[in-house]
């Protein structure tokens, strides 16, 4: 018997690990294969700019603040942090949250890819 309730305690805990696909947290592994599209204008090298600025050190960090790096004034002028919740709106909509930047990217239009491309940045130096 009491084996038996260690084992739904187990199922139940392995449950709440893998199993609350409500949860926002990405999957950095899926998120490689998103940031494909990113590729072409990012690097996560430190200091390596392409179209766009290296989004190493991404998260956590103040809006174009990568040295070297010539941003739209728009996202000068933004006064964002890129936290998750700023990341998500940007990468959903990049013109929605900074209507004059020079990202052209139309947005990834899938939640999903959004919350594993955030935790892909914060697994390579993010
Ligand atoms: C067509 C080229 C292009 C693509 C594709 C692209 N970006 Fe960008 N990205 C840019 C440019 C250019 C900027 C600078 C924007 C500005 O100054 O207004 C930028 C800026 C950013 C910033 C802000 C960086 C900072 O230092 O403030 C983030 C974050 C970002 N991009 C993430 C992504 C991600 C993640 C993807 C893929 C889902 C992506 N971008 C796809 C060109 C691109």
């Known amino acids: 018997m009491k084996s038996s309730i260690i084992k739904i305690v187990g199922f139940a805990a392995v449950l709440g690990m893998f199993g609350s696909p409500a949860l926002a947290e990405g999957d950095a592994e899926a998120g490689a294969k998103v940031f494909k599209k990113c590729k072409a204008c990012h690097s996560m090298e430190e200091g390596k700019k392409k179209v766009g600025p290296s989004l190493f050190g991404v998260i956590g960090r103040a809006a174009g603040a990568v040295e070297g790096y010539k941003y739209s004034k728009a996202m ?4 964002l942090t890129w936290n998750d919740e ?6 959903t909509k ?33």
Do not use: H, Q, W
């Open 76 to 79: 000068l002028a933004s006064g």
């Open 94 to 126: 990049p013109r929605a949250l900074v209507p004059k930047t020079k990202m052209s990217f139309a947005g990834l239009k899938k939640e999903d890819d959004v919350a594993n491309v955030i935790a892909y940045l914060k697994a390579n130096g993010g």
């Open 86 to 91: 700023k990341l998500a709106e940007y990468l």
